[in-house]
């Protein structure tokens, strides 16, 4: 199975990353679940971007790039939540080594020049998704297959942007195991 590097939201490392993390070794992966907050853990959206602007991009993907180091030579799947979905698309299109990227809720830029040749990506995002709009959707997809990845994307009507974490309103109970299902047989397709 899989060796994953989950990455968190801007929330920090809540109880449902964690969540994710069990299922994912349930079903014979190895996960690592690194704090990149050192242990805040925050349920408010503005404070959140609060802290995500106090520690800054930069330093948050130094603490990301330093929790995927020791682990990327045998080569790992890149996963997050958000934050972490964009952090962990920067770290799989660094990484010749990359298995696979998993993108839970979010995406980053990238330069146009970027190549990820047949790197399996999946995407799953809420419909409509006010982090995450279409037109940015639309072109992120266009880029990825410029840059040679392989992308599937799933979109969740009526999901509010986390989807996935059952401890925050955008809940969606259907939505998530929807998507947690097709992840799972993404990783064991890896």
């Known amino acids: 199975m899989a060796r994953i590097l989950l990455l968190h939201s801007m929330y920090g490392l809540r ?10 070794r349930a079903n014979g992966h190895e996960v690592h679940t690194p704090d990149l907050y050192d242990g805040r853990v925050l349920d408010d959206p503005d404070e ?6 106090e520690i800054g991009s930069g330093e948050l993907l130094k603490r990301a790039i330093a929790a995927a180091a020791p682990l990327s030579a045998g080569g790992i799947v890149y996963a997050g ?24 809720h979010g995406t980053s830029d990238m330069a146009d020049d970027a190549s990820a040749p047949d790197l399996p990506v999946q995407l799953h995002v809420a419909d409509p998704d006010t982090y995450e709009p279409v037109d940015w959707q639309n072109a992120w997809y266009l880029r990825m297959r410029r840059a040679g990845a392989d992308v599937e994307v799933f979109r969740y009507p009526g999901a509010g942007h986390l989807f996935t974490d059952s401890d925050l ?19 064991k397709g890896l």
């Open 81 to 104: 939540f958000s934050l972490g979905g964009a952090l962990a698309q920067n770290l799989a299109f660094g990484d010749e080594n990359a298995r696979g990227l998993l993108l839970m």
């Open 15 to 24: 109880p449902a990353v964690h969540r994710a993390a069990d299922r994912l």
């Open 48 to 53: 959140a971007i609060e802290l995500k602007e």
């Open 169 to 187: 309103p955008d809940y969606d109970a259907e939505s998530s195991e929807r998507a947690w299902s097709i992840a799972d047989d993404f990783l």
